[in-house]
């Protein structure tokens, strides 16, 4: 088990879309902080509330290992990390405490613009470049369709160009990057926004309290936005 906490520790992406805005929110809650010189911890000043700056994909197992509290993050990280998990047969269960309504995107198969689409079927045998083989894989299973991911961590809609893949299956916002790989989204496996993750039980230590308290501020200022 983790060692006593009494200060509440939220993980947030360093550098990429979820990041500001997830600094943003906290700052809406009334959070202040000091930064450490590396800059990768911010000490909480007006509340007992510690941000630790991450790669996103490193979230889910932050908070499952109980080295952080709660996390800002994308669904779509959550739901991969979570069928990680299940296919290792050790179940760590997070949670969405909150969902957030920004950090809209979705998870999308993505086939060449020139090609015809038929249904899933039409992946049978085929190579689908993914930075989600779980996710992936839960859905072509429920699909029936026997196809081979080809797992990469970025530059996924290049893949076909470079003959490393047939399709792909990839996050969307806005499409741009789909179109300009000349690539069309023909189905969505998952639906995505930014969540605050958190475990699947109540924080010890004093610091669930905590964590009522900011979330309470949370939803207030999510509610002034509106
Ligand atoms: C995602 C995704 C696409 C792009 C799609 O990458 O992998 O490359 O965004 O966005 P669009 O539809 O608005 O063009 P992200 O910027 O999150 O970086 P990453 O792939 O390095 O995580
Ligand atoms: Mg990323
Ligand atoms: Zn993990």
Same mark, same amino acid.
């Given at each position: 088990p983790?060692?006593?906490?009494d200060?509440?520790r ?15 929110? /906290?700052?809406? =809650?009334?959070?202040t ?6 800059? &990768? ?7 007992? *509330?510690?941000?630790?700056? *991450? ?11 109980? *080295? =952080? ?12 990390? #979570? ?9 760590v ?11 809209? =995107?979705? /998870? ?10 038929? @249904?899933?079927a039409?992946?049978?045998g085929?190579?689908?470049?993914t ?5 992936? @894989? ?17 530059? *996924?809609e290049?893949a076909?160009?470079? @003959?490393?893949?047939?399709?792909? =299956?990839?996050?969307?916002?806005? #499409?741009?990057? &789909?179109?300009?790989?000349? &690539? ?5 496996? /998952?639906e ?5 993750? #958190?475990p699947d039980?109540?924080?010890?230590? @004093? ?14 200022a999510?509610? &002034?936005?509106?």
């Amino acid at each position: 088990p983790a060692q006593p906490r009494d200060r509440l520790r939220v993980a947030v992406q360093k550098s990429g879309r979820l990041g500001d805005p997830a600094r943003e929110l /906290l700052a809406s =809650c009334g959070l202040t902080w000091r930064e450490s010189r590396d800059r &990768l911890f911010l000490y909480g000043e007006s509340l007992p *509330v510690d941000v630790l700056l *991450v790669r996103d994909d490193d979230i889910p197992g932050l908070i499952a290992d109980g *080295v =952080c509290d709660l996390g800002v993050v994308g669904r779509n990280v959550l739901v991969e990390h #979570g069928l990680e998990h299940e296919a290792q047969g050790r179940g760590v269960r997070l949670s969405e405490w909150r969902q957030l309504g920004w950090g809209v =995107c979705r /998870l999308d198969v993505a086939i060449p613009e020139d090609l015809e689409w038929t @249904g899933p079927a039409q992946l049978e045998g085929l190579r689908i470049a993914t930075s989600y083989p779980q996710t992936l @894989g839960r859905w072509l299973r429920e699909q029936g369709v026997d196809a081979q991911p080809v797992v990469l961590n970025g530059s *996924v809609e290049i893949a076909p160009r470079l @003959g490393q893949a047939d399709v792909v =299956c990839d996050l969307v916002s806005t #499409g741009g990057t &789909l179109r300009a790989n000349q &690539l069309r989204p023909v189905t969505t496996i /998952l639906e995505s926004e930014a969540v605050i993750a #958190g475990p699947d039980h109540t924080l010890e230590d @004093g610091r669930q309290e905590i964590a009522d308290l900011l979330l309470r501020r949370l939803d207030g200022a999510v509610q &002034l936005k509106e």
